[in-house]
DNA sequence: GTTGACTTTGCCGTTGCGTCAAGGTCCAGC
DNA sequence: GCTGGACCTTGACGCAACGGCAAAGTCAAC
């Protein structure tokens, strides 16, 4: 007993072209294809297309649907998975839902929302570094960042472009010596931090044990995490490794 | 005072290809572009972005964010009604967080979970059709069903193919005669509703009341709308006046 | 033999960019 | 004047899961 491609369809409550893509995916082969061309289904793919939408309407992706299917990974397992993602999202769009109620509420009273200094990429992420150590250190870290504010005082927009712009490229040498294997301790690692520690002077004033914590929070904070990670996944804790070791070596 | 594109996108706290996206459709332009091509952007221009990604951040598709910047739409409103999607994605995820709890638990206590013949799009047709009925009109209809139960029981797969294919090409004609302005109590429209009484007859025994009622599902079952939305917008409540038009004219 | 329903492959569109690729431009140092 | 490196441009593909359309071949009934 075998069906055509349009008659699983209708069973099925999808569409042919939803089949065809299946079979393109290689989630879902017809049993045979005619001399003709044509896709022609039996039993066995009726069971496995249920299965597929069954899995389909939980929300789990083709992907990982086809993942379960071929047994590579336990059903349990990406459900357990999927709910997590589900109820992160949820979050989410929960904070989302705040934050936009907030922003009506302040619209509606007319509060001109400025807040430009936050879009300042700049000091938005000194921000949150302060927000991040503290977080981890106490709030003792803010005098750090309040001397820090001093300092930065008179910078113009300009300046903080340069140091961005000194940050980005200090980055880009870190991720030569880890793409080269050069190790993290070794002195031509250092002189690059060295540099790296020079540009961070300009707006704090780390001590040995700050300097290192702040290698640290490059692994550990998720901001931080996040952007190292996308240039390669090993960055951060390269980073980390290399700071500590300067901070040891040339610190006191 | 300008900018280039690399600048600006430092400021912002993005990628300059994101700049150059928001060129591209129209939401942010350069203040003016070189002889050489180069992108320069300006005080006003900042600050446009800067709205740009305070919306961006709650979540509004780029689209509205242009439509709201260039006052089409009312702020307050775009976020109103964003707020809505909002809830109801919130919704959908925790239907489908709970159903993946369920499944879960199923699966953990070995049950087999068949329910093979709620894959079959015809049979799974007809019970919403009843659970929607029963919320309109009462249990009472549910007899209906359940006589109509009786009379398919010997059905086969193919049947069932036949009718479903048979009720498709039942829309198509119905189609035809909305596009060609055919108005849906004229004879020639009641004529195609005939075969659909027909074929709505072999599974069912409607009288002048309930297939009338029918035809209001078809406008106001969500599930039914959107079947028909689908292919037109005004295909639901046209075939709601044919059928109405029908029971009048030709049931007693 | 002619419809009409059905099938195939192939390609564009959806959202918001990331990620090359190929090539032109700018500026500082020699 | 030349070179190198950082910067800029346009163009195109890729993602997820199909929808929709076009051109062309196939099948079955009348």
């Known amino acids: 007993m075998a069906w055509s491609i349009t008659e699983v369809a209708r069973m099925a409550g999808v569409t042919?072209?939803?089949?065809?893509?299946?079979?393109?995916?290689?989630?879902?082969?017809?049993?045979?294809?005619?001399?003709?061309?044509?896709?022609?289904?039996?039993?066995?793919?009726?069971?496995?297309?249920?299965?597929?939408?069954l899995l389909r309407e939980l929300g789990l992706s083709l992907e990982t649907i086809a993942e379960v299917l071929t047994g590579q990974r336990d059903r349990v397992d990406a459900l357990r998975g999927h709910q997590e993602w589900l109820r992160a999202e949820q979050q989410r769009l929960a904070r989302l839902a705040a934050t936009v109620a907030r922003t009506?509420?302040?619209?509606?009273?007319?509060?001109?929302?400025?807040?430009?200094?936050?879009?300042?990429?700049?000091?938005?992420?000194?921000?949150?570094?302060e927000e991040a150590l503290a977080a981890r250190y106490g709030d003792g870290v803010r005098e750090h960042f309040a001397a820090a504010g001093e300092r930065t005082k008179g910078w113009t927009?300009?300046?903080y472009l340069d140091a961005q712009k000194e940050g980005e490229r200090l980055d880009a040498r870190v991720l030569q010596l880890l793409r080269c294997g050069v190790a993290p301790e070794t002195p031509e690692?250092?002189?690059?931090?060295?540099?790296?520690?020079?540009?961070?002077?300009?707006?704090?004033?780390?001590?040995?044990v700050s300097y290192a914590g702040l290698g640290q929070l490059y692994l550990d904070d998720p901001q931080y995490r996040a952007r190292y990670d996308a240039q390669d996944p090993a960055l951060a804790r390269?980073?980390?490794?290399?700071?500590?070791?300067?901070a040891e070596q040339r610190l006191n």
């Open 16 to 53: 042919s072209r939803t089949l065809r893509h299946y079979d393109a995916i290689g989630l879902l082969a017809p049993a045979y294809v005619g001399i003709n061309g044509y896709r022609y289904y039996e039993q066995p793919q009726l069971l496995r297309l249920q299965q597929v939408l």
């Open 104 to 129: 009506i509420e302040h619209l509606q009273e007319g509060t001109v929302m400025t807040a430009s200094e936050m879009f300042d990429g700049f000091s938005r992420r000194r921000a949150e570094t």
């Open 157 to 159: 927009r300009q300046d």
């Open 189 to 208: 690692a250092l002189d690059v931090i060295a540099d790296h520690h020079r540009a961070v002077a300009r707006h704090w004033s780390p001590d040995k």
């Open 238 to 246: 390269y980073y980390r490794d290399a700071i500590t070791a300067y």
